[in-house]
Nanobody, 123 residues
Framework: QVQLVESGGGLVQAGGSLRLSCAAS????????MGWFRQAPGKEREFVAGISRSGQTTYYADSVKGRFTISRDNTKNTMLLQMNSLKPEDTAVYYC????????????????WGQGTQVTVSS
């Protein structure tokens, strides 16, 4: 079992930057592949970025490639999502997720989820 708590969401102007954090507790953080997902009002939850257990391999949705960077620090049980060049279409609730299985871009493969943090990008 692992508990996840996101933080760092807020309101930012288009073109600005924001960094989201995901703090894990309750289990061995390094045992989990991790991912960030987001869900905008009226839309399905979508994959944003993922990272392997070691942090050596990362994956990004096409919509955020070149703008977002996912990272993790297993010594601090923390995962980060650095978001640059934000666009209004990035507005959503962002969720931190963990899976004890192999990394996937499908939300169905993730067993543990944080409560979400709101990111709003104004034009």
């Amino acid at each position: 079992q692992v508990q996840l708590v996101e933080s760092g969401g807020g309101l930012v102007q288009a073109g600005g930057s924001l960094r989201l954090s995901c703090a894990a507790s309750g289990s061995t953080f390094s045992s989990y592949a991790m991912g960030w997902f987001r869900q905008a009002p009226g839309k399905e939850r979508e994959f944003v970025a993922g990272i392997s257990r070691s942090g050596q391999t990362t994956y990004y949705a096409d919509s955020v490639k070149g703008r977002f960077t996912i990272s993790r620090d297993n010594t601090k049980n923390t995962m980060l999502l650095q978001m640059n060049s934000l666009k209004p279409e990035d507005t959503a609730v962002y969720y931190c997720a963990a899976t004890a299985l192999i990394f996937s871009d499908s939300s169905a493969r993730y067993d543990y989820w944080g409560q979400g943090t709101q990111v709003t990008v104004s034009s």
